[in-house]
T-cell receptor
Framework: RKEVEQDPGPFNVPEGATVAFNCTYS??????FFWYRQDCRKEPKLLMS???SGNEDGRFTAQLNRASQYISLLIRDSKLSDSATYLC?????????FGPGTRLSVLP | GAVVSQHPSWVICKSGTSVKIECRSL??????MFWYRQFPKQSLMLMAT?????????EQGVEKDKFLINHASLTLSTLTVTSAHPEDSSFYIC????????????????FGPGTRLTVL
């Protein structure tokens, strides 16, 4: 089993839709969790950290479920500019482990 | 967020030459930096973890003699691709670990803009 798994997609959704991504991780000792977005031919950019209590930033909500070892990202009222690959990142000690990413296309 | 720069942003070189890529954390100190490689339409692949003042830790399958890493200061790590060949053409991205806790909580990873290497 891979350390961090994501559905690669693509998720094709209409503008204004709500879309959710899940990410599962295998190491129960993981300490920190993040969502990054990566646009085509660009570097990943931090979208948000994921806290145990869950956190929200505008249209984006992240949740952590330690018991089931998954994190989620919810995007409400999706915009065309949300089209990107969303990377789940899990920290184990010294290392950050990336999921393969989920590709989102928001269609007009 | 924190700023990480990379230089050069793109480079084209002949087969057999060496290419040096610099990664700098501009507004924080990074004891740990990471080097990744990404081929088109593929995931980021961690190549090595660079620790200031000590030897880098390479991932399995990454040749340490081919990809030389030097992390001489808390704000600079360099990756040298020695005797580059066409199969080394890729997007090389560095990241720096911010353990200062000043932004986005502790131990956040910030990425440089990447270096696109093309070996002819």
């Amino acid at each position: 089993r891979k350390e961090v798994e994501q559905d690669p997609g693509p998720f094709n959704v209409p503008e204004g839709a709500t879309v959710a991504f899940n990410c599962t991780y295998s190491n129960s000792a993981s300490q920190s969790f993040f969502w990054y977005r990566q646009d085509c031919r660009k570097e990943p950019k931090l979208l948000m950290s994921v806290y145990s209590s869950g956190n929200e930033d505008g249209r984006f909500t992240a949740q952590l479920n330690r018991a089931s070892q998954y994190i989620s990202l919810l995007i409400r009222d999706s915009k065309l500019s949300d089209s990107a690959t969303y990377l789940c990142v899990v920290e184990y000690g010294q290392n950050f482990v990336f999921g393969p990413g989920t590709r989102l296309s928001v269609l007009p | 967020g924190a700023v990480v720069s990379q230089h050069p942003s793109w480079v084209i070189c002949k087969s057999g030459t060496s290419v040096k890529i610099e990664c700098r954390s501009l507004d924080f100190q990074a004891t740990t930096m990471f080097w990744y490689r990404q081929f088109p339409k593929q995931s980021l692949m961690l190549m090595a973890t660079s620790n200031e003042g000590s030897k880098a830790t390479y991932e399995q399958g990454v040749e340490k003699d081919k990809f030389l890493i030097n992390h001489a200061s808390l704000t600079l790590s360099t990756l040298t691709v020695t005797s580059a060949h066409p199969e080394d053409s890729s997007f090389y991205i560095c990241s720096a670990r911010d353990s200062g806790g000043a932004r986005q909580g502790t131990d956040t990873q910030y990425f440089g803009p990447g270096t696109r290497l093309t070996v002819l």
